[in-house]
């Protein structure tokens, strides 16, 4: 850190920013990969818990071990780093220059309000133009023993030929919905828990991490309605019922999804795969922001030692 009162926004040029942000990504992404594909499968359980396929996060995890193998922990992983690195290099990048810009033109906004609009603002930037590599990363997720795409160039021909360019984007509305609270609501409380995370000395720069942690299970826990609606909007189309949990009802806009899901499943069937997500969340925060802070010292280093010569 460049010193204790130091945000984000102080931090680094934009292309080390990007450059920092995108292999954040890339490391989170792999390290949490087992547990999205469990909460994808949880969030698009529409079944009765009494007759679930899945039911709860260890059986869930234990079935599709046994049923498909230790591999299928990582299915819809190509299209997901590639969204992950694409999405942290856009979204820091975006933040960054949004916080400097709001800086110069509003300079007296508080630092928090500085935070929630930058990271609402790139969440919802860096989600739209990722959007599609989210939707693939879903349905190779949601497949079971049985293969719905044969490869990832397979996936996007089929969803092409059959749904069209906007079979790319099913279930955008939700994402960005989703998105835009839960990235600005992440920002703020990293931004304002970072200076009083690092005065505590954790070991192993681990107050980085441990401010990751509590941003996101806060930001996660409140817009988690919404990622389940774009989940079940995401494996609509000709090939709903080819997935692992069989034939998914039909769902058409966000409102009437988080209706039907509330009229069908009751109102705790919009936090199916909840308790994962927030297993999730906590290391997903910790490791993007440790990498994060760390590629970016790492890439500053140099301009440092130039300096101190």
């Known amino acids: 850190m460049s010193g204790e009162e130091a945000h984000l926004k102080d931090e680094g040029s934009r292309l080390q920013v990007v450059v920092a942000g995108a292999t ?17 499968r949880l969030q698009l359980q529409t079944r009765h818990p009494s007759h679930a396929l899945f039911k709860g996060t260890v059986t869930t995890l234990t079935s599709i071990i046994r049923d498909e193998g230790f591999k299928a922990l990582w299915k819809g992983n190509i299209p997901a780093e590639l969204l992950y690195v694409l999405y942290g290099g856009i979204q820091f990048g975006i933040y960054r220059s949004t916080t400097l810009a709001l800086q110069n033109v509003s300079p007296h906004v508080p630092d928090a309000a500085q935070s929630f609009i930058s990271g609402a603002f790139a969440g919802g930037i860096a989600t739209t133009a990722t959007y599609p590599l989210d939707l693939l990363r879903t349905r190779f997720a949601a497949q079971g023993t049985q293969k719905v795409y044969a490869s990832l160039s397979a996936s996007i021909r089929d969803i092409y030929r059959h749904e069209g360019p906007r ?6 509305g939700a994402g960005v919905g989703q998105i835009v609270p839960y990235m600005g609501l992440f920002f703020a409380a990293y931004d304002t828990l970072r200076s009083p995370m690092n005065s505590m000395s954790l070991p192993f720069g681990s107050s980085d991490a441990a401010a990751g942690v509590i941003a996101s299970v806060i930001a996660k826990s409140g817009v988690f309605p919404l990622d389940l609606v774009r989940k079940r909007l995401q494996v609509q189309g000709p090939t709903r019922s080819k997935y692992a949990h069989g034939e998914m009802p039909t769902y058409k806009g966000v409102l009437s999804t988080l209706m039907t899901v509330v009229r069908d499943e009751g109102p705790r069937g919009l936090y199916r795969g909840l308790s994962i997500s927030l297993v999730k969340a906590a290391p997903a925060g910790a490791v993007t922001m440790w990498t994060y802070e760390r590629a970016l010292q790492i890439l500053m280093r140099p301009e440092r030692n130039d300096i101190k010569v």
């Open 167 to 172: 079979g790319y984007f099913q279930g955008l």
């Open 24 to 40: 954040a990504g890339l490391v989170s992404r792999f390290c949490v990969a087992p547990l999205d594909v469990v909460k994808i």
